[in-house]
Every structure is written in structure tokens, then in C-alpha cells.
């Protein structure tokens, strides 16, 4: 059988997103991280452990690269994140956090699937909602930590989300600049897939998955 870029494309996200992460989910093993190089490793690692996280940082790449406005919407997408973690650090209260994650990944993934038809102005809209729950999230593990390894572990969130995004979104750029007859079925299927881990985690969420 011969597999095309599409064919490849889709099948590469369907892995992607079905694996299970191989560690718990903190780099640190719950442990709060005490050094520069512990903080930076926990922002590199924790987008990438949590398979939410790293769904809805893919899904943001492909969109950004369907709307046709260049890759600032993903840095839009990254730094509503670090708004996030700052929220959580201050101390702000998002009930239902890990729903809203789960939730927001899954509409991540539906806009993939609608091939980014939402319009740039919802899609900003699910961007800024989207960032800010996750990095909502990803704050619960540095809460607490010195300036030191807490300025690592956000270089390092930014720079983790940004080089997956930026990944997804050329990745995305390259299929559709193909003229692939199944480049749009492979889009779909990322989107399913997305939206699969999105449901996945806010069915947990809720308890209905244990």
C-alpha cells in the first residue's frame, strides 16, 4: 500500500494523540521544582506529558495555518497561556478547571475539523478561552515556587508550546501547499482525533471515566 503525505499526516496525529503519556502528569513527580534547570524542565515537559495540553497546542498550529494570517494567532493562543499560569499564581479561582480544559480542547478540535470556517474573530475568541484555561492548569504545578525556577518553567512552557505549534502549523502549510486530494480528509481526521482527547478529558473530568 501506498501511503501518501495526507495519508501519513493522519496517521501520524491519530498515533500522536492515542498514546498515553509515559509519566505521570508532572515532570516533577509532584515535587515542586527547587533549581533553574528543574523549572525549565518542567515548563518543557509539562504541554508534552499532559495529552489535553499537547491536543489543543496542535490544534491551535493546524487552525492558525488554516485561517491564513500568519502564525500570530498562535502566539495569541501561547501567551493567553502564560495569562493563565499568571492567573493561577495570583490566585484567582476557575471552578471546574479540568472540565473546562477537556471542553475547550474538544472545541479546539471541532474548529479543526470545520477546516477553521469559524471566522478569525471566534477562533480568537476559542484561543483566548482555550490558553487561559490550560494555563490555568499547567499553574497548579509551580504554585508556590521560588522566582527563580518559576521564570525557567514559564521560558520554558512558552518555548515547548510555541515550537509544537509552530511545528503543527508548517506541517499544516506544507500538506495543503501539496494539492493532496486527501489533505482535507487528513485535517479531519487531527480535528477527530482532538476532539476525542478533549471529551476524553472532561468525560474524566466529571467522573463519568475514572
Known amino acids: 500500500m501506498k501511503f501518501t503525505r495526507a495519508t501519513t499526516f493522519a496517521i501520524a496525529s491519530v498515533l500522536l494523540l492515542a498514546a498515553q503519556p509515559a509519566f505521570a502528569h508532572h515532570m516533577m513527580g509532584g515535587k515542586l521544582p527547587q533549581t533553574f534547570a528543574q523549572g525549565l524542565l518542567s515548563g518543557l515537559g509539562h504541554p508534552v506529558i499532559g495529552l489535553d495540553h499537547l491536543a489543543a497546542i496542535l490544534g491551535a498550529g493546524i487552525i492558525a495555518a488554516l485561517l491564513g494570517r500568519g502564525f500570530a494567532p498562535v502566539l495569541a493562543f501561547t501567551t493567553a497561556m502564560i495569562a493563565g499560569v499568571g492567573l493561577h499564581l495570583a490566585k484567582a479561582n476557575i471552578p471546574a478547571a479540568e472540565l473546562l480544559v477537556g471542553l475547550s480542547t474538544a472545541l479546539i478540535g471541532l474548529a479543526v475539523v470545520m477546516r477553521g470556517r469559524l471566522g478569525v474573530l471566534p477562533i480568537a475568541g476559542l484561543f483566548a478561552l482555550t490558553g487561559v484555561f490550560h494555563g490555568y492548569a499547567l499553574g497548579e504545578s509551580i504554585v508556590g515556587a521560588e522566582t527563580t525556577p518559576l521564570g525557567a518553567y514559564l521560558a520554558g512552557l512558552l518555548v515547548i508550546q510555541t515550537a509544537i505549534a509552530a511545528g503543527a502549523f508548517l506541517g499544516t502549510k506544507l500538506l ?35
Open 176 to 210: 495543503s501547499a501539496k494539492a493532496d486530494a486527501l489533505a482535507p480528509l487528513a485535517v479531519r481526521v487531527a480535528g477527530a482525533a482532538i476532539v476525542l482527547v478533549g471529551g476524553v478529558a472532561a468525560a474524566t473530568a466529571v467522573g463519568v471515566i475514572g
